[in-house]
């Protein structure tokens, strides 16, 4: 069975620094790549940032650009999310995805960023 499971998240100041993290299970991590969303209330899932099964690509959302680095260690079956320069825009629930199926995203529960002073 395919899990993720997401943790990092919390309260901090804007222009502080947090690092999320996904622990995957279930599947040939090293196999696929992996994506960073976010949703804040009231808004639609945001695509912000993306790695290749190796690592060596990425991509990011505009809005995150600069600021966040998506990295990933297939070893231990986890990708990261340094999020640095935080704004309070940033403020969402963060889910890490995988689609062992093209078109079919598999979530983890989320972790809760909060970015207020």
């Known amino acids: 069975e395919v899990r993720l499971a997401e943790s990092g998240g919390a309260l901090v100041q804007p222009g502080g620094s947090l690092r999320l993290s996904c622990s995957a299970s279930g599947f040939t991590f090293s196999n696929y790549t992996m994506r960073w969303f976010r949703q804040a209330v009231g808004m639609k899932r945001e695509l912000i940032a993306t790695?290749?099964?190796?690592?060596?690509?990425?991509h990011y959302a505009d809005s995150v650009k600069g600021r966040f680095t998506i990295s990933r260690h297939n070893a231990e079956n986890t990708v990261f999310l340094q999020m640095d320069s935080l704004k309070p825009d940033d403020t969402a629930v963060y889910y890490c995805?995988?689609?062992?199926?093209?078109?079919?995203?598999?979530w983890g529960q989320g972790t809760q960023v909060t970015v207020s002073s």
């Open positions: 790695i290749s099964n190796t690592g060596d690509i990425k």
């Open positions: 995805s995988v689609q062992i199926i093209f078109g079919i995203d598999r």
